[in-house]
DNA sequence: TCAAAGAGGAAAGCATACTTTACATAATGG
DNA sequence: CCATTATGTAAAGTATGCTTTCCTCTTTGA
């Protein structure tokens, strides 16, 4: 799964922080997303969808051969 | 979270089962996102959306108000 | 010079998605 | 009547998402 939340939220021009607030999760799950530690839960990929006012496919593509970092 | 994952299948006229092996879970797994028990991880959003080939919003609907069951 | 604040990053533990195994019920058809 | 198919449920264990705490680096300002 990859993703271009740091996009996302380059264009809104906010912080790490300020989004986590804006979605209600701590900074730091942002940042694991953005650096590709871990995909978010179906429900926070909503909220983030939402908060951009885009589609979950617009930040987030899914790789179906699927081998987590290529 | 809500979701007509049941419409969905009842159109391709498939089961549980049967779903559950197209998208590499197991077949409690369908059962329980139709039931409401949990909600899929994104992933598996992705996989389901890919083999009903829809969007996540057409299967998923997320209810920011989100008493998690009203 | 250095304390404080702002930004990003990583480890350990808690919460939740998912699997395996097992059992129960209803519908179908021999 | 009995076997099979589809669905629902549950408990125990594993994998993954998320929080809390701590660390580093940079910028600001007295």
Do not use: H
């Amino acid at each position: 799964m990859e993703n271009n939340l740091n996009v996302w939220r380059a264009k809104e021009d906010i912080t790490q922080g300020e989004l986590a607030e804006a979605v209600d999760v701590s900074r730091q799950t942002i940042n694991a997303i953005e650096r590709g530690r871990y995909d978010p839960s179906l429900e926070l990929a909503f909220k983030l969808a939402d908060y951009f006012e885009c589609s979950i496919e617009d930040i987030f593509e899914y790789d179906p051969t699927g081998s987590s970092d290529e």
